[in-house]
C-alpha cells in the first residue's frame, strides 16, 4: 500500500482540518436554519418563495423518504441505529476519499455526512426529521 505524503502545513490543512470544518459548519447550519423554521412556522405552515417553484412547508417527517415507515413505534429505533451505522460507512469512505486525494468524492462525502449528522440529530432531538424545503412544481408525498 502506498504512503501518502502531505507535502507541507497547505495540504495538511486542506486535506485533514478542512472537511472537517466543512462538516461542522454545515451542520451548525443545518440545526440553526431548522430552529429557525421551527421557531417561525407551526407545523404544515407554508410559506411561497417562489410561486410554483420553491415553498418553505415546516414538517417533522417521523419516517425515512417519503413517510416511508411512518408513525411506526419500533422504526425510529431503526433508522437511528441505521443512520449511526451509515454514518460510520460514509466516515470510513472519506477518509479513503482523502488518503486517495479523490475532491469531488470527498466534497460530496462531506456533504453526506454533514446532512446524515444533522438528522440524527433530528431523530434523537426531536423523534423526526426536521423537513422545510419544498419543490412546487414536483408531486411529492
Known amino acids: 500500500m502506498q504512503r501518502i505524503r502531505f507535502n507541507g502545513i497547505k495540504d ?3 486535506w485533514l482540518v478542512l472537511p472537517i470544518l ?3 459548519g454545515l451542520i451548525v447550519l443545518d440545526q440553526l436554519t431548522k430552529f429557525w423554521f421551527t421557531n417561525l412556522y407551526e407545523e404544515n405552515g ?7 417553484v420553491l415553498s ?5 417527517n417521523t ?3 417519503f413517510s416511508f415507515l411512518a408513525n411506526k413505534d419500533w422504526a425510529q429505533t431503526f433508522f437511528k441505529i441505521f443512520t449511526f451505522i451509515a454514518l460510520i460507512v460514509f466516515v470510513f469512505a472519506l477518509v479513503y476519499s482523502i488518503g486517495k486525494r479523490f475532491k469531488t ?7 453526506i455526512i454533514s446532512g446524515t449528522i444533522g438528522n440524527l440529530i433530528d431523530r434523537l432531538v426531536c423523534n423526526g426529521v426536521t423537513d422545510f424545503i419544498r419543490l412546487d412544481f414536483i408531486n411529492f408525498p
Open 46 to 52: 407554508n410559506t411561497t418563495f417562489i410561486k410554483g
Open 56 to 60: 418553505f412547508t415546516y414538517t417533522v
Open 12 to 14: 495538511i490543512l486542506i
Open 63 to 65: 419516517g425515512s423518504a
Open 105 to 111: 468524492l470527498s466534497v460530496s462525502l462531506v456533504l
Open 22 to 24: 466543512l462538516i461542522v
